[in-house]
């Protein structure tokens, strides 16, 4: 490691999760629907089933299809050449009276799909069916019968959305309870798919709990090979039984039609969005106030942990539950609230759907042991409302822990170039070698060290200090990364042999 004129050179690798939760909306509170709900697991005695029609003939009346239209403006006055008059005599658009100089309105029209949960009309569909519409239009199944809606309220953070129209004695669905759900069940998607008309397909579950896909903030997808196309969005996935057991919301493809891989909102976290809207106007989801990411084989080595169960605390934030209940950096959670805590992205979800101000109780491992707490959460701000969270870089192999990158003292100037705040300790990151194990990890440029096996960097200094006390085939690292804190672990190179 060689000193640079205000650099220095060192190394390091990377990894990051975060967690707090939400999404909020503003709706008009009401009533709340009387839903049908039938929470009992299905029969699974592996009798032959010849046909399906009598389900489909009692749950195909509760799917609709939804119109949507919106007005787009266009006018061509906004580019930047007509603001020269020549140009615009040439093209006709002068004088404040003359009928081209006026924006011109056109209609854009989608159609997506819809589920009816109550008998006086409430709808749910999907968020980016209905987004931004100005008109929405409800068909029943026989096409015959169509009603305005209006959207009671959307959360972009799962993709529900909520539709009323005024009508009674309707045909509503009857809720599952999607916990039951299980792989290999038979599953039925309904909806109006490219606009051919209701539509039925068959399949079975391919997986659960699938939270990586980056569709929406808040995931905890069904997977299904039954076929979901363009205008199946917001329709109902079904079990054998004729229960609503999820919302059809995303595919996989290269096409932008079916190849066998459709994901669909579970109907409790359904249920839960659509309860919260209408009773409260918005969804409030619960805020721990930890910051975390996913326990991946090297941080597991690292930490000494069992297993690469939990989710790693890798900074508490300030004056939140988490502080206050007593909750510390390189906390390991393991269990929330009785719930064993699969991964980072599991703990997100489950503190998401747990109402602000209940009273939870958190296990975890601290340095080897476990340790329960208590804390009561709050409510997750506005400005953390959107938040995704990242998953996990690469785990960094190179020939050379201590190589390719390079630090210097956090100072006035670079402060304000990161927006690094000013209490924040440590050695600034400048730049990183592409070919070093650190780059290959995830570390950046303006990235903050601010530990080094658990010591505390106060300055380059103490970076280049500690790095050359870095013994074995690894080193841990605590980095400063555009406002969280996260753990990263270098490996050596392994070999080839």
Not at 18 to 42: T, W
Not at 307 to 324: H, I, M, R
Not at 399 to 404: E, I, Q, V, W, Y
Not at 446 to 468: M, R
Request: glycine share 10%; hydrophobic share 40%; aromatic share 4%.
């Amino acid at each position: 490691m060689n000193a640079g004129r205000s650099n220095r050179s060192l190394v390091v690798a990377a990894v990051w999760l975060a967690v707090g939760c939400g999404g909020s909306l503003g709706a008009l509170a009401a009533a709340e629907p009387k839903i049908q709900l039938d929470s009992a697991p299905m029969s699974r005695d592996g009798k032959t089933l010849n046909s399906f029609a009598p389900v489909i003939g009692k749950v195909a009346p509760s799917v609709v299809t939804i119109y949507t239209t919106t007005i787009i403006k266009d006018d061509l006055r906004r580019f930047p050449m007509f603001e020269d008059p020549m140009w615009r005599r040439f093209f006709g658009f002068e004088g404040e009276n003359n009928p081209r100089s006026r924006p011109r309105q056109r209609k854009e029209q989608n159609l997506g799909s819809g589920v009816i949960v109550s008998a006086d009309g409430y709808i749910l569909s999907n968020n980016h069916v209905v987004e931004g519409a100005d008109e929405l239009k409800v068909a029943l199944v026989d096409g015959k019968e169509q009603y305005s809606a209006k959207i009671i309220g959307g959360d972009p953070q799962t993709d529900i959305a909520v539709l009323k129209i005024e009508a009674q004695n309707l045909p509503a669905v009857t809720l599952a309870d999607s916990d039951h759900v299980q792989v290999g069940d038979i599953v039925l998607a309904l909806g109006n798919p490219f606009g051919v008309g209701q539509t039925v397909t068959m399949g079975i579950v391919s997986g659960l709990g699938r939270r990586t896909m980056d569709i929406v903030d808040y995931e905890d997808f069904i997977q299904t090979d039954a076929s979901i196309n363009p205008g199946n969005s917001g329709g109902a996935l079904v079990d054998a039984q004729g229960r609503l057991v999820g919302i059809n919301t995303a595919i996989l493809s290269r096409t932008g039609g079916s190849l066998g891989v459709g994901f669909a909102v579970p109907v409790n976290m359904v249920r839960n969005v659509m309860q919260q809207i209408i009773r409260n106007g918005k969804v409030a989801r619960g805020y721990l106030g930890v910051l975390i990411q996913p326990v991946t084989p090297q941080l597991q080595k690292e930490f000494k942990l069992p297993d690469q169960g939990g989710a790693l605390v890798g900074e508490v934030t300030a004056k939140s539950p988490a502080t206050e209940a007593g909750i510390k950096d390189g906390d390991v959670i393991t269990e929330f609230n009785g719930k064993k805590v699969n991964d980072s992205r599991h703990l997100r979800l489950m503190v998401s759907q747990t109402p602000p101000k209940t009273k939870v109780t958190l296990k975890l491992l601290r340095d080897g042991k476990e340790k329960s707490f208590t804390a009561t959460l709050g409510e997750l701000p506005t400005d953390l409302a959107s938040g995704k969270v990242p998953g996990p870089a690469g785990s960094g192999e190179a020939s050379d822990l201590l190589d390719g990158v390079e630090v210097a003292d956090l100072d006035t100037r670079t402060r304000r170039q990161f927006d690094i705040r000013p209490e924040l300790e440590g050695a600034l990151v400048t730049k990183v070698d592409e070919e070093s194990p650190a780059y290959t990890a995830g570390l950046r440029a303006g990235d903050v060290i601010v530990e080094i096996n658990h010591e505390k960097v106060k300055g380059a200094d103490d970076a280049i200090e500690f790095s050359k006390k870095v013994k074995g085939k690894s080193v841990l690292l605590r980095v400063w990364t555009k406002g969280a804190r996260r753990y990263v672990v270098v490996e050596e190179e392994k070999k080839a042999k």
